[in-house]
């Protein structure tokens, strides 16, 4: 069963940027097909960004397209999320998720991190 913990979240101004990471352990990083999740105050957990086991296919929501860039490096079980161009609306608390195959369900989760961007 793989563990996750998500780094990297904090405090910055509209147009900054930050970098997330996502690391894993207890499991073979390489197995799962991975994706960061955001839960703003008041709102339900939307899907970010997802990503294949092999790191060659990402898919993105359309609010940050353009914007943030996912990757993945197996060999260090961790998984990036590159954030450009933040909006106050990018706030939320952040997780990772790992999966086993895009037909699974997300069933691993980090514990969050806070990304906070003022106007």
């Known amino acids: 069963q793989v563990q996750l913990v998500e780094s990297g979240g904090g405090w910055v101004q509209a147009g900054g940027s930050l970098r997330l990471s996502c690391a894993a352990s207890?499991?073979?990083?390489?197995?799962?097909?991975m994706g960061w999740f955001r839960e703003a105050p008041g709102k339900e957990r939307e899907f970010v960004a997802s990503i294949f086991w092999s790191g060659r296919l990402t898919t993105y929501a359309d609010s940050v397209k353009g914007r943030f860039t996912l990757s993945r490096d197996n060999a260090k079980n961790t998984m990036y999320l590159q954030m450009n161009s933040l909006k106050p609306e990018d706030t939320a608390v952040y997780y990772c998720g790992a999966r086993k195959d895009t037909a699974a369900r997300y069933d691993y989760w980090g514990q969050g991190t806070q990304v906070t961007v003022s106007s």
């Open positions: 207890g499991g073979t990083f390489s197995n799962y097909d």
